[in-house]
Each structure stands twice: as structure tokens, then as C-alpha cells.
């Protein structure tokens, strides 16, 4: 079954301490990958993405994620997290077929300290 | 990037009306549109994909004469709430694929629409 497990429900980080948001994902055909983050109330946005190439994508607001294959991971790094990162983030997989929707992880909050 | 519209972005209705919910791609052409639900704390599961010029297609436990799906131009799909109950208090997002992106199957949000059902 195609599924995306996101293992961690809640993280809180200490404010520039460094985060990583762990994804795995069970996926038929050559996986595309994302992370979007939402704050309470409002939309998705999009953090980063993968579909080919190289395997270490840069993305917004100084996320990085790196997808390994072997492991069939994307896990997303911050090496700096900012009290405005405290949000929901999703990890979604799909594929390049138009009619094909994204199946989304649970979700991690991450919450930060100062 | 392409960008998604949503309206209402909030509404609150009474037990037994029906909604209705737009959502528009402002600046590309979408054949197709997909319709989430999402409750609090939660994450986003699909409820049905929706076709131009067809009937959409919903995902299994989702009632079509509930939640009834129109697609009627390439640039807006709406979703109407029949007969709102409270249990069908949740946030909607929808999203769109743009063609222009090449093969790559990326999706843009709509901002959400919050339906509370009193």
C-alpha cells in the first residue's frame, strides 16, 4: 500500500538549535517528494520538493531534505530553527501522472523553546 | 508560481443548509482538481478528484450526494455541502495541477476553507 509514515507526532526545539523531521514513505512508482508547512488556520506551503537529480534539495526558509532511496526516506533539516518555524509540517509523495493526488503524512508540530 | 484561489475562506452555517465552495486557479488552466478535507490535528485525506467536463471521481467512505463536485470550466471547481451537519465541521483545501509545469506532478494549494456546521 502507498503510504508516507512521519514517526514523530510532536518535536520542540530550543531556538537555533539545529531540527530534523523524519519521513518514510511506501510508494509503487518513482516517488516525487514534498514538505509543506502550515501554521494554525491557514494553508499549505510549500517548503521544497524532489523529483529528480540531485538527491539534496535546498528549499525555502533554509530547509534542506534529502531523499536516500535505500531507506525510502526524505527527511527534512533546518541547521538553525527561528521561533517563526513553529508550525505543522507535511510530508506528501506522488507521481508524475496528472490525475494522481498527494498522499500526505500525519503531520509533526513542531514547537520551539527559546 | 501558479496560484490557487479559495472562497469563502470562512463560513459558518446552520444544521441542514448546503455550502458551496470555489476554488479557482487565478492564472493557468487546470483538467484537474482535488478536493481535501482536513480535520483539526490532523492531516489532509483526499475526498475526490475532479475532471473537467466529468464527474469527479471520490475516494472510498465519501458520500457524492453529500459533498457534490462540479468542474465545469478549466479554471474553477467547486464543491457543495448538502444538507451540512455538524460532523461536517472541518477545514477544505483544494489543489491544482499545472500543466505548464511539464510532467512534473506538482500541486498548488488553495488557502482553505473553514465550514463550522451549528
Known amino acids: 500500500a502507498q503510504s508516507v509514515t512521519q514517526p514523530d507526532i510532536h518535536i520542540t526545539v530550543s531556538e537555533g538549535a539545529s531540527l530534523e523531521l523524519r519521513c518514510n514513505y511506501s510508494y509503487g512508482a518513482t516517488p516525487y517528494l514534498f514538505w509543506y508547512v502550515q501554521s494554525p488556520g491557514q494553508g499549505l506551503q510549500l517548503l521544497l520538493k524532489y523529483f529528480s537529480g540531485d538527491t539534496l534539495v535546498q528549499g525555502i526558509k533554509g530547509f534542506e531534505a534529502e531523499f536516500k532511496r535505500s531507506q525510502s526516506s526524505f527527511n527534512l533539516r533546518k541547521p538553525s530553527v527561528h521561533w517563526s518555524d513553529a508550525a505543522e509540517y507535511f510530508c506528501a509523495v506522488g507521481d508524475n501522472q496528472a490525475g494522481t493526488a498527494l498522499i500526505f503524512g500525519k503531520g509533526t508540530t513542531l514547537s520551539v523553546s527559546s | 508560481g501558479a496560484v490557487v484561489s479559495q472562497h469563502p475562506s470562512r463560513v459558518i452555517c446552520k444544521s441542514g443548509t448546503s455550502v458551496k465552495i470555489e476554488c479557482r486557479s487565478l492564472?493557468?488552466?487546470?483538467?484537474?482538481m482535488f478536493w481535501y478535507r482536513q480535520f483539526p490535528k490532523q492531516s489532509l485525506m483526499l475526498m475526490a478528484t475532479s475532471n473537467e467536463g466529468s464527474k469527479a471521481t471520490y475516494e472510498q467512505g465519501v458520500e457524492k450526494d453529500k459533498f457534490l463536485i462540479n468542474h465545469a470550466s478549466l479554471t474553477l471547481s467547486t464543491l457543495t455541502v448538502t444538507s451540512a451537519h455538524p460532523e461536517d465541521s472541518s477545514f477544505y483545501i483544494c489543489s491544482a495541477r499545472d500543466p505548464g509545469q511539464g510532467s512534473y506532478n506538482e500541486q498548488f494549494f488553495g488557502p482553505g476553507t473553514r465550514l463550522t456546521v451549528l
Open positions: 492564472d493557468f488552466q487546470a483538467t484537474t
